[in-house]
């Protein structure tokens, strides 16, 4: 009862959470945790909001994912993950990788864009930083086959670093392995891994539904 009644407080004070699910915990120090989908296993469902009607016909045509925080929207033609269904599929296949698991990053990542970059020098479908394509021996980071093998074989790495913890996974990711490593094998608290890390589970668990 404690537990959730300093959860209930912490939903009232806090802006944006009206129409959305919420996770959350109450951690040692008495401080409440809240995020839309559960970040490790410590989050539990505290609150529940069905889920909105379909858009009109026609208003569907642009799919909605984020990069790099929740205030950098970036859209793309289901058409391209169509395109790229196939490499994706073959891709999963080589690397022991769900394919909802690689499309789910490529959305977060690039919207399925093979020229996009960022601002830190991340590149293509998988944006891969340049270390990270050499040491994967990407020889051309632009070319979408080899960004996203490159990409899926770093992506099945961490898993096993992380003993399949996905959202540890993502984590490193997004900012290191070494990093994760540094916070105790946490989810570091920076604002754009925090905010990456749900952001491609939800993608995931959307793609993985039949």
Do not use: C
Request: aromatic letters at 8%; zero cysteines.
């Amino acid at each position: 009862m404690i537990l959730r009644n300093a959860l209930l407080v912490a939903v009232l004070l806090a802006p944006g959470w009206a129409r959305a699910d919420i996770y959350g915990f109450v951690d040692e120090n008495g401080v409440a945790h809240l995020a839309s989908t559960p970040l490790d296993h410590r989050y539990f469902l505290f609150k529940k909001e069905p889920l909105p009607a379909s858009p009109p016909a026609g208003q569907a045509g642009i799919a909605t994912a984020t990069m790099l925080g929740p205030q950098n929207a970036i859209g793309f033609n289901p058409e391209d993950r169509r395109r790229y269904a196939p490499l994706v599929a073959m891709v999963a296949r080589e690397q022991r990788l769900e394919p909802a698991l690689l499309h789910a990053v490529i959305t977060v990542e690039s919207g399925y864009n093979p020229s996009a970059r960022s601002p830190k020098g991340a590149a293509g479908l998988m944006q891969l930083m340049p270390e990270t394509a050499r040491r994967y021996e990407v020889e051309n980071i632009w070319d979408p086959g080899q960004n996203l093998r490159g990409g899926a074989r770093y992506l099945r790495d961490l898993l096993a670093t992380f003993n399949d913890d996905l959202s540890l996974a993502l984590a490193a990711y997004n900012a290191g392995e070494n990093t994760v490593a540094q916070y105790g094998n946490r989810i570091p608290p920076y604002p754009e891994t925090q905010s990456y890390v749900p952001r491609v589970l939800q993608q995931y668990r959307a793609l993985s539904r039949p």
